[in-house]
């Protein structure tokens, strides 16, 4: 009844989504990500943002797509986040 399956340890790895703004840099995207949190006086829910720079391998991200980034190895100093897939192509305007 038991079958024994290998499998490798799941790496508990951040992943956040948010739209790529910048794609300037050579294999990098800047990434600006929003969550919405409640304000710790008032308590009425205000927007946050902060912006990730993430590791594109081959530049086939552009400005606006929607990208899911997940942490990883340090790559450079301003970097460590690797952008894992594709959510949403940006729409032509």
Do not use: C, F
């Not at 951040?14 to 006086?41: F, M, Y």
């Not at 997940?70 to 450079?76: L, T, V, Y």
């Amino acid at each position: 009844m038991s079958e024994t399956q290998t499998t490798a340890p799941v790496k508990n790895t951040r992943t956040l989504i948010g739209r790529v703004v910048s794609d300037k840099r050579a294999k990098t995207v800047t990434v600006l990500v929003e969550r919405r949190a409640a304000h710790e006086l008032y308590g009425k829910i205000v927007a946050r943002s902060r912006k990730y720079h993430a590791h594109d391998e081959n530049g086939e991200y552009k400005m606006g797509d929607l990208v899911e980034i997940a942490e990883g190895r340090p790559i450079s100093k301003t970097k460590s986040w690797v952008v894992t897939r594709l959510i949403e192509k940006a729409k032509l305007v």
